[in-house]
């Protein structure tokens, strides 16, 4: 993880754990180069990097406001570092976690932007917030770029680990998003009838160098899972 983007989430750390609220201010930009003991050009990079997650806003002349934040049961489609940091509050858990290497179709394949024969890490994981079934993920890492992925891994925080490990550093994501009706697969896993509809987001993670590493297709549970953006 960069030094902005560590300066970042301790700057969120610091907000939730302070229950600040809208239009509550940030320490100055002097005193947050003061804290972290980085440049001023850093600093700015953690700011602009919260602004961009919608966790704040920053008006030229008057200082850095806090702005309003839902609860942990909202997903924030504006990050693109997992969903670790987020929930930190409530309860979760990735349950039912496969691991296979194996070949990318051809779907796959194209949004990882790699050859059919490069070998790749399946990874399905449900996922539940509280004890409720909220989402199954599908995942596809490049396993050129991320060597080595397993059911221990999986069952926590993949960001973190390739990020510990690989010093791969998670930049930004392209999301799609579409409704669509869930497979019988889909539909026993997320515990619901057959032919029930849900939100399937497409999304593909670019390191900070612009270097594709991870494919996801996640469908959400359409009672248990909420979100803002």
């Not at 039912?96 to 790749?120: F, G, Y």
């Not at 909220?134 to 993949?158: G, H, Q």
């Not at 996640?218 to 803002?228: L, P, R």
Request: charge should be negative; include cysteine.
């Amino acid at each position: 993880m960069l030094k902005y983007q560590k300066i970042a989430e301790q700057l969120f750390s610091f907000i939730k754990s302070n229950n600040l609220k809208q239009g509550d201010c940030l320490p100055s930009l002097n005193k947050l180069i003061q804290q972290y003991g980085a440049s001023k050009t850093t600093v700015l990079k953690a700011l602009d990097q919260l602004e961009r997650d919608g966790f704040i806003y920053q008006v030229q002349g008057s200082g850095t406001f806090v702005r309003n934040i839902p609860d942990e049961h909202f997903i924030n489609f504006n990050v693109s570092h997992g969903w670790t940091n987020d929930f930190t509050k409530t309860k979760m858990e990735n349950s039912d976690v496969t691991v296979e290497k194996t070949l990318p179709t051809p779907l796959v394949a194209s949004r990882l932007q790699c050859a059919i024969d490069t070998p790749v890490y399946k990874v399905q994981r449900l996922k539940k917030q509280d004890d409720k079934i909220f989402c199954l993920e599908t995942s596809y890492y490049n396993a050129n770029v991320v060597p080595f992925l397993n059911e221990d891994i999986a069952k926590a925080s993949i960001f973190h680990h390739i990020s510990d490990v690989y010093q791969i550093n998670v930049g930004f994501s392209d999301k799609y998003f579409k409704v669509r009706r869930l497979t019988n697969f889909e539909s026993d896993k997320l515990n619901l009838p057959q032919d029930s509809f849900g939100l399937a987001v497409h999304e593909t993670f670019y390191t900070t160098a612009g270097d594709i590493f991870d494919f996801s297709e996640n469908v959400y549970h359409h009672e248990n899972a909420t979100f803002y953006i």
